[in-house]
């Protein structure tokens, strides 16, 4: 299956501090979705946000939308040492999810 | 919440034997599972499409024979790793489409990690 791209691969920051996350897609989507794992779990999904919707807030999370560029982001602010953990978008289309190759955030004391 | 149990959490056997791990929809059915499998450090790989009632999907690249993949119910679905080597060693998670939901979500299980020694 098509993967997407996030970026950055890796992202060290302190405590306190937002992190920003990107992710870009290939094809058309229904919805694209956000998901953490923590290291050798399973996936939790963090925020869905629609085709047509631009952005989406939770909690500490903010998610935005740019279907012309084929982009997303996720926001994480004021972060936390439990937010240390791997993040993946994935595109929904008609079926399956594609998975972008993840983001591994780290965030130090 | 719809859930996904998925079992075993964790395993680990000798090469050449089989190990089936099994993914339940706990409070949904389930007409549609995934199965995906990660590799340290990397992203999740769509391994292939189950749907109740038929036969799996693969997705290119994953042996037929070696990953089976059976649906017999709207609330299980069970992937055999058999005749396991070392480099089935992975991270496996399925993952089931609940249609109940108005955004059509995916529920994922919690994983299974396999190591075959």
């Known amino acids: 299956s098509q993967q997407g791209e996030e970026d950055p691969q890796a992202l060290s920051i302190q405590e306190g501090e937002n992190a920003t996350m990107n992710c870009s897609y290939k094809t058309s989507i229904n919805n694209l979705q956000w998901y953490r794992q923590n290291s050798g779990r399973g996936l939790v999904h963090l925020i869905l946000?629609?085709?047509n919707e631009r952005e989406k807030h939770s909690g500490r999370l903010r998610v935005t939308l740019d279907t012309s560029k084929k982009s997303s982001s996720l926001l994480i602010t004021a972060s936390r040492a439990a937010d240390t953990a791997s993040y993946f978008c994935a595109t929904a289309g008609n079926y399956q999810l594609i998975w972008g190759a993840g983001t591994k955030l780290i965030i130090k004391p | 919440g719809a859930v996904v149990s998925q079992h075993p959490s964790w395993v680990i056997c000798k090469s050449g034997t089989s190990v089936k791990i099994e993914c339940r929809s706990l409070d949904f059915q389930a007409t549609t599972m995934f199965w995906y499998r990660q590799f340290p450090k990397q992203s999740l790989m769509l391994m292939a499409t189950s749907n109740e009632g038929s036969k799996a999907t693969y997705e290119q690249g994953v042996e037929k024979d070696k990953f089976l993949i059976n649906h017999a119910s709207l609330t299980l679905s069970t992937l055999t790793v058999t005749s396991a080597h070392p480099e089935d060693s992975s991270f496996y998670i399925c993952s089931a489409q609940n249609l109940g939901l108005t955004n059509y979500g995916y529920t994922f299980g919690s994983g299974t990690r396999l190591t075959v020694v």
């Open positions: 946000i629609r085709s």
